[in-house]
Nanobody
Framework: QVQLVESGGGLVQAGGSLRLSCAAS????????MGWFRQAPGKERRFVGA????????YYQHSVKGRFTISSDNTNNTMYLQMNNLKAEDTAVYYC??????????????????WGQGTQVTVSS
């Protein structure tokens, strides 16, 4: 079992920055890949980026590449999503999720077994 708790959402002006945190607890976290997804009103939940607890580079959805950065602090079992140069279209509820390493590409919601409760990010234009 893995428990995930997001924090750090809020209201920010376009061009601003926010950092989201995802605190993870549970056994064998190194057996999981961690992802960020977002869901805007009336739209599907979409992949933002992912990283493995065991190391390696993060990878991102094209629209956030160069603006968002995922990192992890394995000592504190926390994953971060640093979001810079935010745009109105980044407005959504952001979720962190954990996928078993063997799940596959980690870009699909079905790859993920555990989800946090979400945190709202609102970017005003």
């Amino acid at each position: 079992q893995v428990q995930l708790v997001e924090s750090g959402g809020g209201l920010v002006q376009a061009g601003g920055s926010l950092r989201l945190s995802c605190a993870a607890s549970g056994r064998t976290l190194s057996s999981y890949a961690m992802g960020w997804f977002r869901q805007a009103p009336g739209k599907e939940r979409r992949f933002v980026g992912a990283i493995k607890w065991s190391g390696g580079s993060a990878y991102y959805q094209h629209s956030v590449k160069g603006r968002f950065t995922i990192s992890s602090d394995n000592t504190n079992n926390t994953m971060y999503l640093q979001m810079n140069n935010l745009k109105a279209e980044d407005t959504a509820v952001y979720y962190c999720a954990a996928a078993p390493i063997a799940s596959g590409s980690y870009i699909h919601t079905l790859d993920y077994r555990y989800w946090g409760q979400g945190t709202q990010v609102t970017v005003s234009s």
